[in-house]
């Protein structure tokens, strides 16, 4: 059996899980944590004390030192380009977080060098890997919403994300890219279509206030080529009290019934815990930590899944299948999609007006 030799480029806040993922898989022999890269020499430091990989500080010097099968990109979404052309031009297989890029042009590039490399491009789309989104998925597909014809998708973060997590380059990026990217691939996976037109409006004013700047939220309307029409609310200034680090769910109309998803209240509940005083819901579905018989930690969830996949697709490359023979999985294809979407949203921010994809 093929065992994937990986090297991560970002281990902050969610690189972490990516470092976890490879880890464990390293113990049933599916995949190896070979390197990681960061450019914060202190978290790398720290990462050392729980996992065991070669630092560094270069992605490029990784690829050029290591015999790595695959990498995956955990950074900051405007550098994700670069890195994956590297990865391309060193005949590495790519996992690289959404969205793939900030630019449709850079996905196009991204996608045509992986394509010409011959090498894997997955994006780490796992909304599409959670088992409530994939059982609507299969209710659709069974024709019980019969056509659908509009929706409603909302995904809303604590204010700390942006204040406390990536206060130096929040105002980089948007609630749009980060949080409404993972839902305009889920309403396209769920309805099976791509998006044609988009209409967008926005607000700023808390995060300004914060010395952050940027978006506080933003509201879009896509219309698919389907005919279907759904509306996403995003933002990430909820209150420091409020339940969960986010909030989020998904609701879809058709002809013959409907189907409602909430992604983030999986009936987990604590109240008045010594780190949050305020009742807390947690979704044990995206993440959740269980130790097996040796005491060592064990992740599951789709947030692991989404991951673990790129490892497993790269080991069947490696026994000899072609690209063509993986069956599904989020490519570079949704990727470019997906930024369409919301890079749409974006200039429709700016005029006003309805912008064509």
Known sequence: MACA???????????????????????TGEAELVAACDTNEALLQQRLQEFSFRPYRDYREMLEKEDLDGI??????????DIVMAAAEAGVHVLCEKPLDVT??????????????????????HKRYDEYHLAMKEKIQAG?????????????????????????????SSPAWFLGIH??????????????????????GRLEELGVGGWDSISAKVLFDNGATVAFDTSWILPDGF?????????????????????????????????RPAQQ????SFLRMKRDKYGREVWEGYGMTSIADFALNVNLLLEGKRLEDLGPYPSGEDGIE????????????????????
């Open 144 to 172: 019980d919403l019969g056509k659908i014809q509009y929706g409603y998708a909302h995904m809303e973060d604590r204010i700390e994300v942006p204040r406390d997590w990536f206060p130096g380059w929040a105002a980089k």
């Open 5 to 27: 030799r990986i090297g991560g480029v970002g281990v902050g806040t969610f690189g972490i899980n990516h470092l976890r993922c490879f880890r464990q898989m390293g113990y």
């Open 183 to 204: 839902f305009y691939d889920l309403a396209r996976f769920l309805l099976e279509a791509n998006g044609v037109a988009v209409w967008a409006t926005g607000a700023k």
């Open 104 to 125: 449709v042009e850079g996905c196009l590039e991204m996608t045509e060098a992986c394509r010409k490399a011959g090498v894997l491009l997955m994006v780490d789309f």
């Open 281 to 284: 819901t947690h979704n044990k």
């Open 72 to 81: 995956t990109v955990v950074t900051p979404d405007p550098l994700h380009h």
């Open 338 to 357: 997906a930024t369409r979407i919301a890079a749409a949203v974006h200039r429709s921010l700016e005029t006003g007006g309805i912008v064509e994809l």
């Open 243 to 275: 339940e969960a680090i986010v909030n989020q769910g998904i609701r879809l109309v058709g002809t013959k019934g409907m189907l409602e998803c909430d992604s983030q209240d999986r009936g987990t509940l604590t109240c008045c815990a010594d780190d």
